[in-house]
């Protein structure tokens, strides 16, 4: 069994199944060592200029764009800021499995997890390897004192060794399996990191369904705020042509009033003219008779 991923290795994988490479085949949040490696790289930069800080959401979108910008290929491999901090989750989870192995090995064990030493540089600080105590010198005890059956025994018994105390008897070493605790503890570390998987998409699909909900929420505020839009323009454009009916009708009745004294005028004007072209003719005529 593979103590990075959990799965049967070809040597022990049954005949039927053969072993597989891509344990979570077909997930739409799985990460190449690619990108994962891009990721780290923008994530510790930031995460040292902010003095091992935490990163804020205009960093994460950063370090989400500096991973798009390398690994997208299409909409569906589209990396998001949420999804970018659960796989650091991830993998901080991952790294302290391994630094816990690496520490109760004694330093013989030595990771093969392509990230441990890039995370140990950065984070290895907040993990630190677990101090052993030291196992008690045998045969020494302490401010040692007579057991409560001695103290009431008819024979008596002589006083004893403050210092020193019979050993106890040693029992062989019991043999462990190496390979079958190696796999117990694989089987461990791959159950946690599949459950730290779990857990990432778990979040990742909550995160996507509140965007979702609330980008439906906005298109719906959206179209409620343009449906009383149309409604004011349509009520202004009916105000608006009324208005202009009513200012035509007015210009209509002005013109016919004004028209009706221009009539007039012209009529009494015509009258006077032909009133003194008759004058003029009649007393053009009396003078050519006399």
């Not at 069994?1 to 997930?27: E, I, K, N, V």
């Not at 994530?43 to 979108?61: A, V």
């Given at each position: 069994?593979?103590?990075?991923?959990?799965?049967?290795?070809?040597?022990?994988?049954?005949?039927?199944?053969?072993?597989?490479?891509?344990?979570?085949?077909?997930?739409e949040?799985?990460?190449?060592?690619?990108?994962?490696?891009?990721?780290?790289?923008?994530?510790?930069?930031?995460?040292?200029?902010?003095?091992?800080?935490?990163?804020?959401?205009?960093?994460?979108?950063?370090?989400?764009?500096?991973?798009?910008?390398r690994?997208?290929?299409?909409a569906?491999?589209?990396?998001?800021?949420?999804?970018?901090?659960?796989?650091?989750?991830?993998?901080?989870?991952?790294?302290?499995?391994?630094?816990?192995?690496?520490?109760?090995?004694d330093?013989?064990?030595t990771?093969?997890?392509?990230?441990?030493?890039?995370?140990d540089?950065?984070?290895?600080?907040?993990?630190?390897?677990?101090?052993?105590?030291?196992?008690?010198?045998?045969?020494?005890?302490?401010?040692?004192?007579?057991?409560?059956?001695?103290?009431?025994?008819?024979?008596?018994?002589?006083?004893?060794?403050?210092?020193?105390?019979?050993?106890?008897?040693?029992?062989?070493?019991?043999?462990?399996?190496?390979?079958?605790?190696?796999?117990?503890?694989?089987?461990?570390?791959?159950?946690?990191?599949?459950?730290?998987?779990?857990?990432?998409?778990?979040?990742?699909?909550?995160?996507?369904?509140?965007?979702?909900?609330?980008?439906?929420d906005?298109?719906?505020?959206?179209?409620?705020?343009?449906?009383?839009?149309?409604?004011?323009?349509?009520?202004?454009?009916?105000?608006?042509?009324?208005?202009?009916?009513?200012?035509?009708?007015?210009?209509?009745?002005?013109?016919?009033?004004?028209?009706?004294?221009?009539?007039?005028?012209?009529?009494?004007?015509?009258?006077?003219?032909?009133?003194?072209?008759?004058?003029?003719?009649?007393?053009?005529?009396?003078?050519?008779?006399?």
């Open positions: 069994m593979d103590s990075d991923t959990g799965t049967l290795s070809p040597a022990t994988a049954p005949a039927t199944r053969p072993a597989t490479t891509t344990p979570f085949h077909g997930r949040d799985c990460w190449s060592e690619d990108a994962t490696a891009t990721l780290i790289e923008a994530w510790g930069d930031r995460y040292l200029e902010l003095n091992r800080g935490n990163l804020r959401q205009k960093h994460w979108q950063e370090v989400a764009d500096a991973v798009n910008a690994h997208c290929r299409s569906r491999t589209r990396r998001t800021d949420v999804q970018c901090k659960n796989r650091i989750d991830t993998l901080k989870k991952k790294y302290k499995i391994e630094k816990a192995r690496v520490s109760d090995s330093g013989v064990y990771s093969p997890w392509p990230f441990f030493t890039r995370l540089a950065l984070i290895g600080d907040n993990f630190p390897a677990a101090k052993k105590s030291s196992p008690p010198v045998a045969g020494v005890h302490r401010n040692a004192t007579p057991p409560i059956w001695a103290l009431y025994s008819p024979v008596p018994v002589g006083p004893r060794s403050a210092t020193l105390k019979r050993p106890a008897p040693t029992l062989p070493p019991v043999p462990l399996d190496d390979s079958s605790s190696r796999r117990n503890f694989s089987a461990f570390a791959a159950a946690a990191i599949a459950a730290a998987e779990d857990e990432e998409t778990e979040r990742s699909s909550i995160g996507s369904r509140r965007r979702d909900r609330e980008r439906e906005g298109c719906r505020e959206l179209a409620q705020a343009i449906e009383k839009f149309a409604e004011i323009y349509e009520r202004v454009e009916g105000a608006k042509q009324k208005q202009m009916v009513e200012l035509e009708k007015q210009r209509m009745q002005f013109a016919k009033d004004l028209e009706f004294p221009r009539m007039q005028l012209f009529m009494e004007t015509q009258v006077q003219l032909q009133k003194i072209k008759r004058a003029k003719r009649s007393s053009g005529t009396g003078n050519s008779s006399i």
